[in-house]
């Protein structure tokens, strides 16, 4: 009931495209759902985070769709570009003062 | 904005030897850290909870006697790993933040035991 299902596990998307991410859970106790980007060798970044009472939340190139009933939300990049290539990770935790559970992690290509 | 450091960024060792790892948050005062480990291509673990003037909590399966945790001060925590072998080699990482826990990663501890 803990994890967190994310796909696809790689993602190739051409220059311009839509990237699209998503992520499943179970524990309805979460409250609290972060994307985060990491490059290779460095730590992860918070990228963008939304709260079960919206369904929406958009910042710049970045939007993450959520569907409460359907214990599901995404991350879709807009006009994707080759500095996006990156893992992503969808993340949940239930308190903003509770661990955090980590989706397995996408690999994003962008390319020319 | 809001900043966690980590030193050292890489270190090799030999095996049977101790590395500590330091976690700072730079410009906040951080009473809660997480430290996570990382292997290639896999997402993150969650190995323990640092809390300040505290013991730290322990997930599931990680030994405390080897990974020693210390949050001495608001904005240092520390991990150290003791008598490291191979498998000890991973990425190590640690969290804090200000409105939730989960805000500011480091930048990451590539430890190498040979």
């Known amino acids: 009931q803990q994890q967190v299902k994310q796909s696809p596990q790689s993602l190739i998307v051409q220059k311009g495209g839509i990237s699209i991410i998503n992520c499943a859970y179970e524990?309805?106790?979460?409250?609290?759902f972060p994307w985060y980007q990491q490059f290779p060798g460095k730590g992860p970044a918070l990228l963008i985070a939304?709260?079960?009472?919206?369904s929406e939340k958009k910042e710049g190139r970045f939007t993450i769709s959520f569907n409460k009933s359907a214990k599901q939300f995404s991350l879709h990049i807009m006009d994707s570009q080759p500095g996006d290539s990156a893992t992503y990770f969808c993340?949940?935790?239930?308190?903003?003062?509770?661990?955090?559970?980590f989706g397995t992690g996408t690999r994003l290509q962008v390319t020319l | 904005g809001a900043v966690v450091s980590q030193h050292p960024s890489w270190v090799i060792c030999k095996s049977g030897t101790s590395v500590k790892i330091e976690c700072r948050s730079l410009?906040?005062?951080?009473?809660?850290m997480f430290w996570y480990r990382q292997f290639p291509k896999q997402s993150l673990m969650l190995m323990a909870t640092?809390?300040?003037?505290?013991?730290?909590?322990?997930e599931q399966g990680v030994e405390k006697d080897k990974f020693l945790i210390n949050h001495a001060s608001l904005t240092l925590s520390t991990l150290t790993v003791t008598s490291a072998h191979p498998e000890d080699s991973s990425f190590y990482i640690c969290s804090a933040g200000i409105v939730t826990w989960a805000e500011y990663f480091g930048p990451g501890t590539r430890l190498t035991v040979l």
């Open positions: 640092s809390n300040e003037g505290s013991k730290a909590t322990y």
């Open positions: 410009d906040f005062q951080a009473t809660t």
């Open positions: 524990n309805t106790a979460f409250d609290y």
């Open positions: 993340a949940a935790t239930a308190g903003t003062a509770s661990k955090l559970t």
């Open positions: 939304i709260r079960p009472d919206v």
